[in-house]
């Protein structure tokens, strides 16, 4: 069972490049979300996205954009990267309403210099 | 706001050695309670959850219970192991999931002694 895959696990950006972190998950799950953790300050909620074509903003949303064109699949855009976005990168997956229960991936270690 | 304190760390104890990391929270609502864990260079895993107050969710030996009088889901152990050595946070997510979104407690680091 793959439940939720991200890519690529280490990334080194130099400021103002972009990239996209790939997150997928193959348990069909209706809801998505991307947390950043930085020590200290526990996980905290980037975007997040309720189904195909809904996403919304969570706490720290600035620098980066999302798009939910599929249900498997929850891309993270750095459009401008800047040192403050190194960082490690989780995405989650849970069932839908009323499921509580989350998947997350590996994480991706991403360093901006 | 919404949030989750959780006691600071790192947490160092030797093997056998009964464990509490405490967590208390601020939620406007009826949240759900997790602790989740973080083995080094892994994701977080759910290890336990309580849905409702007075709830009590175990899992490996772990236990936490859901006291709404005090906004506290305490996490216990009471013989901790070399491979209980992880990271473990502390999570509410409001009424009906909304969207999956989970507001995580500051983490608190574990490492067991043989």
């Known amino acids: 069972n793959a439940g939720v895959t991200q890519t690529p696990k280490f990334q080194v950006l130099k400021t103002g490049q972009s990239m996209t972190l790939q997150c997928a998950q193959d348990?069909?799950?209706?809801?998505m979300s991307w947390y950043r953790q930085d020590p200290g300050m526990g996980l905290r909620l980037i975007h997040y996205?309720?189904?195909?074509?809904?996403?919304d903003q969570g706490e720290v949303p600035n620098g980066y954009n999302v798009s939910r064109s599929t249900t498997e699949d929850f891309p993270l855009r750095l459009l401008s990267a800047a040192p403050s976005q190194t960082s490690v990168y989780f995405c989650?997956?849970?069932?839908?309403?009323?499921?509580?229960?989350?998947?997350f991936g590996q994480g991706t270690r991403l360093t901006v210099v | 706001g919404n949030s989750v304190t959780q006691m600071e760390g790192p947490v160092t104890l030797s093997e056998e050695a009964f464990l509490t990391i405490n967590c208390t929270y601020t939620a406007t609502g009826y949240p759900s309670l997790f602790w989740y864990v973080q083995y080094p260079g892994e994701g977080l895993q759910l290890l336990l959850k309580a849905t409702k107050a007075d709830d009590k969710g175990s899992n490996k030996g772990f236990e936490a219970t859901y006291r709404k009088e005090t906004t506290s889901f305490h996490l216990e152990k009471g013989s901790v192991q070399v491979s209980d050595s992880a990271v473990y946070f502390c999570?509410?997510?409001?009424?009906?999931?909304?969207?999956?979104?989970?507001?995580f407690g500051q983490g608190t680091e574990l490492s067991v002694k043989p």
């Open positions: 999570a509410l997510t409001l009424f009906y999931n909304q969207g999956g979104k989970l507001i």
């Open positions: 989650a997956s849970s069932k839908g309403p009323g499921d509580t229960e989350a998947f």
């Open positions: 348990m069909n799950h209706e809801y």
């Open positions: 996205s309720v189904g195909a074509g809904i996403t």
